[in-house]
Structures are given as C-alpha cells and as structure tokens.
C-alpha cells in the first residue's frame, strides 16, 4: 500500500517570501501521479499543481512549483511571493496510474500542512 | 459550468441512527469518490462509483455503503452511528473513463456531527 507523508504540521511565510512543503512518499510502483491541493478555512479543495511520475521535468503553475525527485520518494512543494490567499491547509497527495478501466481513483493523502501567511 | 454540490451541508445525528448524504458530481462526470476527513486520520478513501457500480473501496466497516444512480448522483450511507464517524464527508467528481489525467473534482463537503 502507499503512504504519504508530510512531515510539516504547520509552517508560516512573510508575504510576498518563498516557502517550501515537505512531501515524502513511499511506493512500490513506477507509474503514478502526485498532487497537492489546498483547502481553505470552510471552503472547496481545490487541485494546485499535479505530477506525473513518467515526466521528469518538474511541474509548475505560476506561483507554484515542485521538485519532484522521484528517486528519493521525494515531492516539496514551493510557492513564490506568497500572498494571503494562500493560507490554507496543503494536503500531498498520491494516485497510481489509471488502469485501462480507470479503476484507480483512489488518492492517498497526507496528513497536511496548514500554512500561515503574515502580511 | 456547476461545480459539484452536495446536501445537506451540516447534520448532527444521534449514535445508533443511520443517515444519507447526497453527492451531484460536475456534469458529464460519470466517476463519484468519498472520503471521510477527521482531526484524527485525514483524508481516507471510502470508495469510488462509475456508471452505477463501485469500482474500488477503502478499508471502512460495512456500516458505510454508497450507490450511484443512473444520473451519476452519489449516495453514501452510515447506519448504526458511532462518535467516531463524525467527520466532513468529501465526494469528488471525474470523468472516470477515458481520461488519462483523472483529475478530481472535489466538492464542499457535509460536516456530520454525532451526539
């Protein structure tokens, strides 16, 4: 079975600074996918950036980035000139390769970081 | 495009009751998924519907059932209430077929409080 881990229960920024999330993961697979989603105080999880284990390039969505070292088990997320919508639980998440009847929907998360954002 | 909606958004249910929560996944979205969210375990997987089957379960007691309906919309049900199943109750959306990415689409959630 996979398991994720985030070893960072909580972590605070400076606005407008760069942090870095943790995210350690251990599976026997070679294909997968990883995630990190954010859910603020009472609202939606929203998907903030996706991973395909196959790519080596690391992903990035504006502000967002990873680096994914797959090796290592390894998948921290870093986002740049934090802003106070931000704040917000991250949670990593894993999801094997969807078989050919997509029958893998099933995401491991971990057990998150609430991040704090100080204008 | 709606997003996904689920109802009721709170409930406080008393132990040894049952209840039902209802999941309408995104338009054209044939794929509905549960998770239980607690302080205590996380995000945990309960299982995964698609075209009125269920495709994948966690590691939940039988108390916790689901079914989809041919409209795609999600039910899941708790009977026998313990304390414990006090959680927000998540469902997410996806294509479910023919979609490499797989990407989820979560919604709001139910908070169920046990008393």
């Known amino acids: 079975a996979q398991t994720v881990t985030q070893s960072q229960p909580e972590m605070s920024v400076q606005e407008a600074e760069t942090v870095t999330l943790s995210c350690t993961y251990d599976?026997?697979?070679?294909?997968?996918?990883l995630f990190w989603y954010k859910q603020p105080p009472s609202r939606q999880m929203i998907l903030v950036i996706r991973q395909e284990a196959y790519k080596q390039q690391n992903a990035t969505e504006n502000r967002f980035s990873v680096n994914f070292q797959k090796a290592a088990k390894s998948f921290s997320l870093k986002i740049s000139d934090s802003q106070l919508g931000d704040a917000a639980m991250y949670f990593c998440a894993y999801r094997s390769e969807l078989g050919s009847g997509g029958s893998n929907y099933k995401l491991t998360f971990g057990k998150g970081t609430l991040l704090t954002v100080n204008p | 495009k709606a997003g996904v909606t689920q109802t009721p958004r709170y409930l406080i249910k008393t132990r040894g009751q049952q209840v039902t929560l209802s999941c309408s996944p995104i338009s054209g979205h044939r794929s509905v998924s549960w998770y239980q969210q607690t302080p205590g375990q996380g995000l945990q997987f309960l299982f995964e519907y698609f075209s009125e089957t269920q495709r994948n379960k966690g590691n939940f007691p039988g108390r916790f059932s689901g079914r989809q309906f041919s409209n795609s919309r999600s039910e899941m049900n708790v009977s026998t209430l313990e304390l414990g199943d006090s959680a927000l109750y998540l469902c997410?959306?996806?294509?479910?077929?023919?979609?490499?990415?797989?990407?989820?689409?979560f919604g709001p959630g139910t908070r169920l409080t046990v008393t």
């Open positions: 997410a959306s996806s294509l479910g077929s023919g979609d490499r990415e797989g990407e989820q689409y």
């Open positions: 599976t026997s697979e070679s294909d997968y996918y």
